[in-house]
C-alpha cells in the first residue's frame, strides 16, 4: 500500500446537500507525489514543535514537514492539498492492548455487554440464536453479574429451561469466566474431552470450577477451568479467522486507530495476518504478542523477531499470564478478598512456570509481557523480572512490560521504573470496575488500584489502551476516562480517587507516543516529525482543548496510515 499514489477521489469527502465540504483539495500541479495537510491545528506530540498548521509528506507517506500554512505551501508549491479546514490533527491513536480476533468475533456470536440481568440475557440469546441451525453451539461474551441485581454467579440452571438441547457458552465481559448450561458441560464428553472436573473436590490449576454445596459444577468455570468447556466448542478455520480480523480491523480505524497491541496471538492467527499483510490488505499497524509459551514463542525463538516488509505487522513480544481478573475474585491478591474471605484469587501459572517462560522470552530476545491484575501477580511478575533481568534491568532497551498493573501494594509501585517496565493499562478499566472496585479490595488497597498518576510520577511510563473487547475499542472513551476518572454521565463528581487523573496531554501521549515506545516503534509513528510516518487522524475538534463531556463523542472524520485514508466518516 505504500507504494501507491493518492487518488483525488479518496482525498474528498462526499457532499451532503447543502453542506460544505469537510475536505477540500486544490488541483494536482506536479508529479512527485507530495502531499500537503492543511488544519486548523496539528498536535504532534513532538517536543520540538508540538503544533503545526501544515504538514508535507511524500507518495510512501513520509513526513518531509511540519509548520505553518504558508511555510509549508511555500516550500511545496505544486503539492497535492488536503484542506481539513477548522478540524484538529493528531497522531495516530495506538491502543496498546486489545484483542483483535475477539473484537472480530463480537460481530459474529451473541453481544452480551451492559446486560442488565439474566432475563435480558435469555431474551438477546433466544433473537440470537434464531439463526443458527439446529444443534450448533450458542457462543456469546459480555455478561457481567456485577452489573445485576443480584451480583452472584449465574448457573447452568438458568440457561436450560431456555435452551435444554443447544450447547451454550457465554464468556464474562473480562474473559476469565465462562458460563455453560448443561448441554455443553454434556458436549465435553461427546466431544471427547477430560472427565476428572466431574470429581466433585477436583479443581485445575491456575483455575475454579464453581461448585454447589454439594460438588457439582454450577456451570461457571474461572480462568484455567475455562478450557474444560472451551475445548469442545468448534475452533474457526482459517477463512472464519480472516473475517474476523478484517471485521475488527475495520472497525478500530473507524475509530482513529491507527495501531493495535494484539495481546496474545496464535501462530495459526499469524499466518493469517502474514497473508492478509502480503496482500496488501491490513489497514493499519498490527504489534502481535505471541500467546503465552507456545508454538508462537518458539516460531520468534527459531526464526527471529518478525517485521513484515510493509511494517504493518510484527510480533517480537510474548503475552503471559500470572493471574485471572478481578471482577471474577481471580486476580491473585496478598490477602483475602475484603468480600470473599478465605479467596485470594489464582496464579493462571506456577511461580516456577513462568519464571521459566520469562527465562525463555529473554533469552530468544523477546518482549515479555505479562498479564498481572492482583497486588500478589503483580509482585511475583516484578519479582521474576528483577530476576532475570538482573543488572541489565537498568542498562539494555528490554521495555518489559506489565499489562493491566491494577493493583500494586504501595512497596512495589515504584518498581516499575526503578526496573525499566512499562505499566501497559487501560483507563476504562477504572471507571467500569469502580462500583465494586472497593469492595473487592477494601478502603486501603484501593489507594493502589488503577493508580496512574502515582505511577507515572514515580518515573514510569504509561501505555494507554482499552483490552478489547472487554471494553469498548473508542480510544475517545480512553481519553475521557484517564483525564475524568468518571462514568458517561460525569459520576462520582470530581472523579473517583481524583488524585490519579492524568492531564490530557498525558493521556493522549499514553495513546501516542507511549504506546509507540512499548512497541519499539516510536522512531516511525508515535508524533509526527520529519522522518516519521504519516499516520494521524482528523477529528472535528482538539482533544486537548474540548470539555470532557464533548470528549466521548468527539467526530472521528478520517484516520490516515502511511498518508492514505483507511477510514472516512460518510
Not at 471474577?328 to 521459566?356: C, F, I, K, W
Not at 498481572?372 to 533481568?389: P, S
Request: net charge negative.
Amino acid at each position: 500500500m505504500r507504494g501507491t499514489t493518492i487518488l483525488a477521489s479518496m482525498l474528498v469527502m462526499a457532499l451532503s446537500a447543502g453542506a460544505a465540504p469537510a475536505f477540500a483539495q486544490a488541483p494536482r500541479q506536479d508529479a512527485q507525489g507530495v502531499t500537503v495537510l492543511l488544519a486548523q491545528r496539528i498536535e504532534t506530540m513532538d517536543p520540538a514543535r508540538p503544533r503545526a498548521e501544515a504538514m508535507a509528506y511524500d507518495a510512501d507517506g513520509g513526513i518531509l514537514a511540519l509548520g505553518g500554512r504558508d511555510e509549508v505551501l511555500r516550500r511545496y508549491p505544486g503539492a497535492t492539498r488536503i484542506d481539513a479546514g477548522g478540524a484538529t490533527v493528531v497522531p495516530g491513536l495506538i491502543d496498546a492492548h486489545g484483542h483483535m480476533l475477539g473484537l472480530g468475533m463480537t460481530f459474529l456470536t451473541a453481544d452480551l455487554v451492559d446486560s442488565t440481568d439474566k432475563a435480558d440475557i435469555l431474551e438477546r440469546l433466544r433473537g440470537f440464536a434464531k439463526d443458527l441451525p439446529p444443534g450448533a453451539w450458542l457462543v456469546g461474551r459480555g455478561w457481567d453479574q456485577n452489573d445485576w441485581p443480584q451480583k452472584d454467579f449465574p448457573t447452568a440452571a438458568d440457561l436450560d429451561a431456555a435452551f435444554p438441547d443447544r450447547p451454550v457458552w457465554l464468556e464474562r465481559i473480562d474473559g476469565h469466566a465462562g458460563w455453560a448450561n448443561s448441554a455443553a458441560m454434556a458436549a465435553v464428553k461427546a466431544a471427547g474431552g477430560r472427565t476428572d472436573w466431574r470429581q466433585r473436590e477436583w479443581q485445575p490449576d491456575g483455575g475454579r470450577i464453581v461448585r454447589d454445596a454439594q460438588g457439582r459444577a454450577t456451570g461457571v468455570f474461572v480462568d484455567g477451568a475455562m478450557s474444560i468447556i472451551g475445548d469442545a466448542v468448534p475452533a474457526p478455520d482459517e477463512a472464519a479467522t480472516e473475517r474476523m480480523l478484517r471485521l475488527a480491523m475495520r472497525d478500530a480505524v473507524a475509530h482513529g486507530l491507527t495501531g493495535v497491541h494484539d495481546a496474545g496471538v496464535s501462530l495459526g492467527e499469524m499466518r493469517v495476518y502474514r497473508k492478509l499483510a502480503d496482500a496488501g490488505e491490513i489497514p493499519m499497524r498490527i504489534t502481535a504478542f505471541a500467546d503465552g509459551d507456545g508454538a508462537a514463542l518458539q516460531w520468534l525463538c527459531d526464526e527471529g523477531l518478525y517485521q513484515h516488509p510493509s511494517h504493518r505487522l510484527k510480533m517480537r513480544t510474548v503475552k503471559l499470564y500470572i493471574d485471572g481478573a478481578l471482577g471474577s475474585r481471580g486476580a491473585a491478591l496478598l490477602q483475602d478478598y475484603s468480600d470473599d474471605h478465605g479467596n485470594r484469587g489464582l496464579l493462571v501459572m506456577t511461580p516456577e512456570q513462568y519464571d521459566a517462560a520469562v527465562s525463555k522470552a529473554r533469552r530468544c530476545g523477546v518482549q515479555a509481557a505479562t498479564h498481572a491484575i492482583g497486588d500478589r501477580g503483580n509482585r511475583i511478575v516484578l519479582d521474576t523480572y528483577a530476576k532475570e533481568l538482573g543488572g541489565a534491568a537498568t542498562s539494555t532497551d528490554h521495555r518489559w512490560r506489565i499489562e493491566h498493573a491494577q493493583v500494586l501494594s504501595p512497596e512495589d509501585l515504584p518498581r516499575l521504573a526503578a526496573l525499566h517496565v512499562i505499566a501497559s493499562m487501560q483507563p476504562t478499566h477504572a471507571t467500569s470496575d469502580m462500583p465494586w472496585a472497593a469492595d473487592r479490595l477494601g478502603p486501603d488497597r484501593v489507594n493502589g488500584a488503577y493508580a496512574w498518576r502515582k505511577l507515572r510520577d514515580s518515573g514510569a511510563r504509561l501505555a494507554l489502551g482499552s483490552d478489547f473487547p472487554v471494553e469498548s475499542v473508542d480510544p475517545r472513551l480512553g481519553l475521557y476516562a484517564a483525564e475524568t476518572r468518571t462514568d458517561a454521565q460525569g459520576l462520582p463528581a470530581g472523579g473517583w480517587h481524583p488524585e490519579d487523573k492524568l492531564t490530557p496531554y498525558e493521556s493522549l501521549r499514553g495513546f501516542t507516543l507511549d504506546a509507540a515506545y512499548a512497541g519499539f516503534a516510536e522512531g516511525e509513528v508515535g508524533s509526527l516529525a520529519p522522518g516519521k510516518r504519516a499516520d494521524f487522524v482528523v477529528f472535528d475538534g482538539d482533544p486537548l482543548a474540548v470539555d470532557p463531556a464533548r470528549l466521548r463523542s468527539l467526530p472521528v472524520k478520517a484516520t490516515y496510515v502511511d498518508g492514505k485514508p483507511v477510514y472516512e466518516a460518510p
